[in-house]
């Protein structure tokens, strides 16, 4: 990120304007109580007063949809590789994770467990699509069956479901065109803007490759910006003052 530049316009208050509003929270795997992506993280993330969030999806052995960021569990304390393993096996593992003083334990979370704390919690599910069987830039076949989850789970029109792989993004727009979506982006990301212009595709971007010509241009468009991961308050002020819609975080709460 421009630094200096967003720093400069911050003093002159160039950027104020398109910050009438604070950007709404998105808890990044639920939150920083409990394993990532488990039920106590999205619950206390819900208690903490988010109204979105994060997880990421892989597909296991037997075709079931779970939440793990990693292709293997081992960084919480299992040993499996998730396409490899049965729910069944991965439900057997014990996974642990220490965040801050406290250490946390779980078991591996579903989609649909997801899906319920999120309507049971009045959360939007912002579901990240990670290379998985079926759910890849080449093989898109089971990205129907994850559409029925969330049609099962009564959240067709709350999800979001996010990804770098554009031809995961262009095969859900062509076939469920009603599907709120994000495009998830680092180096680069604003050649592609004109690309999600024409999807209706809203950028997810990491927050240090935002600057605010690249918000104004997104908002021109009518695109919502999300940004991810801030754990800090006053970077959080900083992209507040640029315009962001969302901030994707682990810690922070929202202001009352």
């Avoid at 106590?40 to 208690?47: D, H, L, Q």
């Avoid at 999300?226 to 308050?233: E, I, K, L, Y």
Wanted: aromatic share 6%; with cysteine.
């Amino acid at each position: 990120m421009m630094k200096n530049t967003a720093i400069a316009l911050l003093m002159t208050g160039a950027v104020l304007t398109a910050a009438a509003s604070q950007p709404l929270l998105v808890g990044h795997r639920g939150c920083n109580i409990g394993v990532e992506n488990t039920a106590e993280a999205f619950r206390n993330g819900i208690a903490r007063g988010y109204t979105m969030l994060e997880t990421d999806i892989r597909v296991t052995a037997d075709s079931a949809i779970v939440l793990c960021h990693d292709t293997d569990t081992r960084r919480l304390g299992g040993s499996l590789e998730v396409a490899d393993a049965t729910l069944a096996r991965l439900r057997a593992e014990r996974l642990t994770q220490r965040r801050g003083d406290s250490t946390y334990t779980a078991t591996i979370t579903t989609l649909g467990e997801y899906l319920t704390i999120c309507r049971e919690g009045g959360a939007r599910p912002v579901i990240e699509l990670k290379w998985s069987t079926g759910i890849n830039s080449r093989d898109c076949s089971l990205i129907p069956m994850l559409v029925d989850s969330i049609d099962a789970a009564g959240m067709r029109d709350r999800a979001i479901i996010l990804t770098s792989m554009k031809p995961c993004l262009e095969y859900i727009r062509a076939n469920y065109p009603d599907m709120e979506l994000q495009f998830l982006g680092r180096t680069g990301w604003t050649d592609a803007i004109g690309w999600c212009d024409s999807l209706r595709l809203h950028p997810d971007v990491a927050h240090d490759f935002l600057t605010p010509e690249a918000v104004r241009r997104c908002h021109d468009a009518g695109l919502k910006v999300n940004c991810w991961t801030v754990d800090r308050a006053g970077l959080a002020d900083t992209l507040t003052a640029m315009g962001v819609d969302f901030i994707t975080t682990n810690r922070l709460e929202p202001r009352r």
